[in-house]
């Protein structure tokens, strides 16, 4: 057999010489169509991925980190300290405003909370804490009830406006003849009345009254079904479900618009067990407006608008049948809203981006 070694220094034979070019070639094409497309070098250690790839990665890093944001902001607690409405995260144990937003639009921290459960707010400047301050610019209207500035913001029309496809299709079935009666127990200025009446809906009931003083004795007004924005200081938000849920309450529908939290309470999960309400989530949040002459003028414009938590409705159809009728049906004419059967639909809405923060 031929030695077909070459000696070094000494030339390739022509056909060989040919194949080693083709080669060659061969080589450095393959190298071009590996390369990144985005030109960027490869880095030891780092595989060469195709752009599908990079655009799933990318896409599941997004869904990844709209959980975690979603989950911080799910997890953060409403609470009321030192007359200011804060969201506690309990587990890096930051505290944010309910009301204020940072520059960039994230949450603005305020405060800290301890191990032992004890909430401290940052002082201002001036070594008082701000609301403190404020609250003492604010006029405070009478009312037969205890109240808290914070809880002072009414109800937008358009909040209003999500719900009429409900209001008016139970107004069409409900056995008695008579127009459709309105109940809304927590009373700010009056707004909501005159918020329906607008749209058409004149039997409104919602006085300057404690509520609390009213429910079950034999002043309870006469309603077909309760639509209420509550107040989120104390413990008026687990009373209100108390109440909706209780045997007395009946089967009658109720329609809250409240924290987004609020789903996330154990006094929520346990009281709504055996029905099965659901959400309607607005695309834009709601801003709740305090009455005009509630407050004085400030130096910030913070509290002249304010939606210091994310709301939506917790819609209950006062049956089963007629839950289930809104919610397929009925839903289909909402608009400016997103409906979520279950608690993990409300995730999906939230993967999706579709819920404000
Ligand atoms: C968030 S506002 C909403 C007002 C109105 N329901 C609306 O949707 O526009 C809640 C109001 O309930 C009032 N409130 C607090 N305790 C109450 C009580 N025991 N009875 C009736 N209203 C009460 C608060 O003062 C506050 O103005």
């Avoid at 070694?5 to 071009?32: D, F, H, I, T, V």
């Avoid at 032992?116 to 404020?134: F, P, R, W």
């Avoid at 413990?235 to 209780?246: A, Q, R």
């Avoid at 006094?267 to 959400?279: A, N, V, W």
Wanted: net charge positive; proline share 5%; with cysteine.
């Amino acid at each position: 057999m031929k030695d077909e070694k070459l000696k070094y220094g000494e030339k390739e034979p022509a056909g060989e010489e040919e194949r080693a070019k083709k080669r060659k070639q061969k080589k450095s094409k393959r190298k071009r169509h590996s390369s990144p497309s985005n030109n960027e070098d490869l880095v030891v250690g780092e595989t060469d991925v195709s752009p599908r790839k990079k655009k799933k990665a990318k896409k599941s890093r997004d869904v990844a980190d709209k959980d975690q944001e979603s989950n911080v902001e799910e997890s953060l607690e409403g609470s009321l300290v030192d007359g200011e409405i804060v969201l506690i995260d309990r587990k890096s144990g930051k505290v944010y405003s309910g009301l204020e937003r940072g520059e960039n639009g994230g949450r603005k921290e305020i405060g800290k909370a301890s191990e032992s459960g004890s909430i401290d707010l940052y002082k201002s400047e001036k070594g008082t804490v701000k609301n403190t301050e404020e609250n003492a610019e604010i006029e405070k209207p009478e009312f037969p009830f205890e109240t808290d500035a914070d809880d002072h913001c009414e109800s937008p029309l358009q909040a209003y406006k999500d719900i009429v496809p409900f209001l008016k299709d139970f107004n069409e079935r409900k056995a008695s003849t008579g127009e459709l009666c309105i109940y809304d127990p927590y009373f700010c200025n009056g707004a909501v009345i005159e918020n329906f009446n607008s749209l058409g809906f004149s039997k409104v009931y919602n006085r300057k009254e404690d509520c609390y003083k009213v429910w079950g004795t034999s002043s309870y007004p006469s309603h077909d079904l309760l639509v209420t924005n509550p107040p989120y200081s104390g413990d008026h938000i687990e009373k209100l479900i108390d109440h909706v849920t209780s045997k007395s309450f009946g089967n009658r529908p109720f329609l809250l618009l409240m924290p987004q939290w609020v789903h996330k309470k154990d006094y929520y999960i346990s009281k709504t067990k055996g029905i099965r309400p659901f959400f309607v989530v607005p695309r834009k949040r709601y801003i709740y407006l305090p009455p005009p002459s509630f407050r004085k003028s400030k130096k910030s414009d913070v509290h002249k608008k304010s939606s210091p938590f994310v709301s939506m409705w917790f819609v209950w159809g006062g049956t089963t049948q007629q839950n289930e009728r809104w919610l397929s049906a009925i839903s289909k004419r909402i608009t400016d809203c997103d409906i979520a059967r279950s608690k993990s639909a409300l995730r999906d809405l939230r993967r999706k981006g579709n819920m404000k923060k």
